[in-house]
């Protein structure tokens, strides 16, 4: 009696689930009708396909679609540059905190100094980082005094060599302007942070 129904439930479970994939089968026609070209490719469609309300097909289909990633969201570490007459200015001073608090030690700093005194100059002669050591936990970021390295969005960094995966500071280094357009509410608010502070040194100079 037991095994005819265990049997019972359990192709009343197949069938069940036969069931659900022929539903999700058909509500993906009817969904493609109703968007009519704009379920695929769209920011609506992705958006659509990533809530709660979905039918169908809500798979992302990947490299063709790709759902955008929330400001916040982390991979691996850049440094910010500006451009200043023409000249690129690191923001790294190389004081080494990032290399220090970084929990797997992928970070290496190479400091400069001037050749006639022999003193430290506040610009790093070299900065690697091995991103297959990186864990993307966001720590240098976090702990940089000077908003000089930050956490990028880029995550498609597929290759076929190992040599490239440790990043030089020419392949870290990116724009002021780059670090505005994927973290733009962050770079607000470190501006005004920043212009607040720079009032109130001109204000102790008077």
């Known amino acids: 009696m037991s095994e005819q129904k265990n049997a019972y439930m359990y192709g009343i479970g197949v069938l069940k689930t036969l069931g659900l994939a022929f539903r999700h089968f058909i509500e993906t ?40 990633v929330p400001e916040e969201f982390r991979y691996l570490p850049f440094l910010i540059y500006e451009e200043k007459d023409g000249q690129i200015e690191y923001r790294c001073t190389s004081c080494g905190i990032c290399a220090k608090v970084c929990p797997p030690q992928c970070i290496w700093i190479v400091r400069s100094t001037n050749p006639n005194t022999g003193r430290p100059i506040p610009d790093p002669a070299e900065f690697y980082i091995d991103i297959d050591v990186c864990m993307n936990c966001g720590l240098c970021a ?4 000077f908003d000089a390295i930050k956490m990028d969005h880029n995550y498609e960094i597929a290759n076929y060599d190992r040599q490239f995966n440790v990043y030089d500071k020419a392949k ?5 302007s780059y670090y ?3 973290r733009p509410i962050n770079y607000q608010r470190e501006e005004e942070a920043r212009l607040e502070a720079e009032a109130i040194r001109a204000a102790r100079k008077v």
């Open 142 to 145: 976090e702990y940089c005094p």
């Open 172 to 176: 870290l280094g990116r724009p002021v």
């Open 29 to 68: 026609y009817i969904d493609d009708i109703r968007f009519w070209g704009k379920r695929y490719r769209t920011p609506e469609g992705i958006a659509y396909r990533s809530s709660k309300d979905v039918k169908g097909v809500f798979t992302v289909q990947y490299p063709d679609e790709k759902i955008p």
């Open 180 to 182: 505005a357009s994927i």
